[in-house]
């Protein structure tokens, strides 16, 4: 995941998410675009613009990046509930998180219309269960791209999930994968890391002690992190555990937009609410509904900082 460009022409903003339906088209790939972050549209008339034809045949949990070649990466987890839950899966999100799936599913692009066609990468092996909402952070430091997901594993018996990472250059070979951060008393899913003044800001999904966002910062990208408290005392605010997915961007003033996902209630209900705060540092991000507008409720996605130009290509392309 990729914080927004410094540079002056990355002025308009993509939202890649799925949508909260119990039909297989909700999870597909589809796109959001808005010029301020705050006011948002759909894309193709609100239909996915891309499908998922391998694999599970849906894709959840979606990320994109921009590499330092000038290529788009876009990458989902390979699960549709849609298609399997109650006959493959038996029902169960225990068997879910054993025996999924242990690809991720990658798209490419030159220019966000033109897209790959879909591979599956495999990267976890018999040890690993599903691998689950995968998120790209660039190292500066090795010049390597880092990607990470949630998985349980035969490590302590398929327990409490915690977070692996692989490395790769291109996105065509990876690096055999190791565990980034375990938590001592629960599960963790949905980790996002951003850069800022030398700091790393790591958003997670705790599933115990406290259940829902945690924010840890550390000096190191793979290294130890420490808990923000400030962002607890804001979280215990909310007065509902039921938030995931947490993915963060930069503002055009500067300020820092945290997006959490609210799976509550069943239905409409569900989808991002947004948060901001003044610097992530600080890890006060107040919840500010009336600030933003969506055509509807996205779930469990990722935005990319993308020019003007980009805004228009996809605004304008006929994704029929």
């Known amino acids: 995941m990729m914080q927004r460009s410094q540079d002056d022409d990355m002025d308009a903003y993509l939202f890649v998410h799925f949508k909260e339906k119990k039909t297989p088209d909700g999870e597909q790939i589809y796109f959001a675009l808005s010029t301020d972050g705050f006011n948002w549209e759909q894309v193709n008339g609100g239909a996915p613009v891309l499908w998922s034809e391998q694999g599970d045949k849906g894709v959840r949990d979606h990320t994109i990046v921009r590499t330092k070649a000038g290529k788009f990466v876009l990458l989902a987890t390979d699960l549709s509930l849609a298609n399997g839950f109650h006959a493959k899966y038996r029902s169960s999100w225990g068997s879910i998180s054993r025996e999924g799936s242990k690809c991720l599913s990658m ?41 990470h997901w949630s998985s349980a594993h035969a490590s302590n018996n398929y327990g ?32 996002a890391i951003y850069e800022e003044n030398g700091w790393f800001y790591r958003f997670l999904k705790s599933e115990a002690n406290p259940v829902g966002i945690i924010l840890q910062k550390g000096r190191t990208l793979t290294g130890e992190y420490k808990r923000i408290e400030a962002f607890d005392e804001e979280m215990a605010k909310l007065g509902h555990p039921a938030y995931e997915a947490p993915t963060a961007f930069k503002l055009p003033d500067g300020r820092w937009c945290l997006m959490i996902d609210f799976f509550g209630v069943e239905g409409e209900g569900q989808g991002y609410v947004p948060f901001i705060a003044d610097d992530i540092a600080s890890g006060r991000f107040i919840r500010s509904d009336a600030a933003f507008s969506f055509p509807y409720r996205f779930k469990h996605g990722t935005v990319l900082s993308i020019t003007r130009e980009e805004y228009d290509r996809i605004k304008g392309w006929d994704w029929k």
């Open 107 to 147: 798209w490419q692009s030159d220019d966000l219309v033109n897209w790959s066609e879909q591979r599956l990468i495999e990267l976890g092996d018999e040890d690993y269960g599903c691998l689950w909402a995968p998120d790209v952070v660039y190292d500066q430091k090795n010049g390597d791209y880092v990607l």
């Open 160 to 191: 409490n999930k915690a977070i692996y990472y692989t490395r790769t250059t291109d996105f065509e070979s990876f690096a055999k994968p190791q565990m980034l951060c375990r938590k001592d008393d629960s599960g963790i899913i949905d980790s």
